[in-house]
């Protein structure tokens, strides 16, 4: 990657020299505008293109991850729009901090919307990249939005699955009930004072003690590495009663409906490794695949350079978006 430093760049990688990047707006169906940044080759040949909508990690802005995939990406031949979901960054929607299963699935769909209207977009030629929680809102997407003719999902959390049932599935039916009655309380709360209550987030220190995954996220939300001053990761908390919404709502009811390409890639070492692989086995067809890469743990597919695997995304893309093959 050709790299140039810029004092008016905001993003937590460096600035290619071989891509252009400007601010778009556009809005998706429940009326809220989404804010995303559009990565185009320098010098991208005349007519239309293949193009690539990326979003996630879940509680990350396009600054971070996204960012750094729809640039590469953009350097290989697509154009690229990373986008930041409703009720995050610089997207609107109130109130603020907010998840939905539904709104962050349409997402996706919208900024297909945007692309399949741009000139230089072939509209056949469009596909989605979604990192973390946005992974499996990824795959939902693919799974109702016909559009998308190609889908990666990277280091794949499914979120309406944990927060339902825990990490591996360790919470029973009791404890989502008292995790139920504890968050109907809040929006008692909420409503009473006009606010919302924070939920918990990465602590601002570290004691040592934390699982290892929680070291992980640290290391990249909030040290120089990925910190950014509006990911919510970095520098907030969602709101408690947020998570309320993906208890009851499996957002991978259909997932063995989708026809079109499906590439998952996931680190060897990555505590989340289960989602990807179980949602892997609910596909169909043999433009399905399931990609370990050796040695990398959750948040090495944010950012490592050594670890993500941009040539078999790459291939992947060509053979699915540019080929057009089913």
């Known amino acids: 990657m050709s790299i140039a430093k810029s004092n ?56 971070q991850a996204s960012g750094l995939y729809a640039q590469t990406m953009a350097e290989r031949g697509f154009i690229t729009l990373a986008f930041d979901p409703s009720y995050t960054g610089e997207s609107t929607g109130e109130p603020r901090n907010l998840s939905s299963p539904e709104i962050n699935t349409e997402d996706f769909s919208a900024a297909v919307d945007y692309l399949s209207n741009r000139p230089d977009v072939n509209p056949d030629e469009i596909g ?69 209550a924070k939920a918990p987030g990465l602590p601002e220190k570290l004691t040592g003690d934390e699982p290892q995954y929680v070291k992980d996220y640290y290391g990249y939300y909030k040290t120089p590495r990925g910190f950014h001053e509006r990911a919510i990761n970095s520098n907030g908390n969602w709101n408690t009663t947020a998570s309320l919404a993906l208890i009851n709502m499996p957002i991978l009811a259909y997932s063995n409906e989708i026809r079109n390409a499906v590439l998952i890639i996931h680190g060897e070492k990555a505590h989340s490794r289960y989602f990807s692989e179980d949602a892997f086995k609910k596909l169909k067809g043999d433009n399905k695949e399931l990609y370990i890469v050796e040695g990398a743990n959750h948040v090495d597919l944010y950012d490592n350079l050594e670890k993500i695997p941009f040539d078999k995304i790459e291939g992947f893309f060509n053979t699915y978006l540019k080929n057009n093959k089913e």
């Open 128 to 196: 989605i990249i979604g990192i973390c929680g946005f992974g499996g809102f990824g795959l939902n997407a693919a799974a109702i939005d016909t559009r998308i003719k190609a889908t990666v999902t990277i280091t794949m959390y499914d979120m309406t699955r944990v927060t339902a049932n825990g990490y591996f599935d360790a919470m029973d039916e009791d404890a989502r009930y008292a995790l139920k009655e504890s968050l109907n309380k809040q929006r008692i709360e909420d409503f009473k004072t006009g606010t919302y």
């Open 8 to 63: 008016d760049w905001d993003k937590t990688f460096p600035k290619s020299e071989n891509v252009d990047v400007k601010k778009v707006y556009f809005k998706n169906r429940y009326g809220i505008t989404l804010t995303g940044d559009l990565y185009t080759p320098k010098n991208k040949p005349e007519g239309q293109m293949a193009a690539i909508a990326v979003s996630g990690p879940f509680g990350a802005v396009k600054e």
